[in-house]
């Protein structure tokens, strides 16, 4: 039997696998350094983008906060307004406050009764005078109940006295003390309202 030398061939096989192996392992290599280089390109670029967003993100932030400073502002402002248009019409109905009493009390005035004097200050009317009867004062004191301007009658002092000289005889004196309604919104407003309403 013949003998055959395997060995040159096993050299030559064991030397092509090992360039072959060698190829692969450059080409895995290769591979890997490429992928690892468009990892890092896509995420550097979203990295970029997200970047971008956030830049912008914060640039609107920023004009959002200076838009609620500016709200801020002018918010302040509008209560700066409402208080001084709110002093003013107060004064405007004070203004016209005093001839709204006058015209009240003469309006509610009643036969019997004489004023004497008459005091305005802080929200109350005081007014003197003398009535022919107690039921006179009480006429008068029902009539202010019911008013616009005039509210809550109370009588501060009621004495008997000598009339005066032109009208001789026994009279009563009297203070009475009434609110001021500022905004005219007494009983008979509210019946306007209500025959108005009725009526349209």
Not at 32 to 55: P, S, Y
Not at 102 to 120: H, Y
């Amino acid at each position: 039997m013949a003998h055959i030398n395997l060995l040159p061939w096993r050299e030559t096989e064991r030397a092509r696998r090992k360039k072959e192996y060698l190829y692969l392992l450059g080409a895995v290599a290769v591979s890997t350094v490429a992928l690892i280089m468009i990892v890092n390109f896509w995420v550097g670029h979203k990295q970029e983008l997200q970047q971008e967003r956030n830049r912008y993100l914060q640039t609107e932030i920023a004009k959002l906060e200076q838009q609620i400073v500016e709200i801020s502002k002018i918010k302040e402002q509008k209560k700066n307004l409402t208080r001084r248009i709110d002093v003013i019409e107060a004064l405007q109905q004070r203004r016209h406050l005093p001839v709204q009493v006058m015209n009240e009390l003469a309006r509610v005035m009643v036969p019997g009764v004489f004023l004497t004097k008459l005091e305005v200050m802080d929200g109350k009317v005081l007014v003197e005078g003398y009535c022919e009867s107690n039921n006179h004062l009480a006429n008068l004191m029902r009539e202010v109940e019911q008013a616009r301007w005039l509210a809550s009658p109370r009588v501060q002092q009621i004495v008997a006295a000598n009339g005066p000289t032109d009208q001789p005889g026994r009279i009563h004196a009297f203070k009475l003390e009434l609110d001021v309604l500022h905004q005219g919104d007494g009983p008979i407003k509210q019946d306007e309202v209500m025959a108005s309403a009725v009526g349209g």
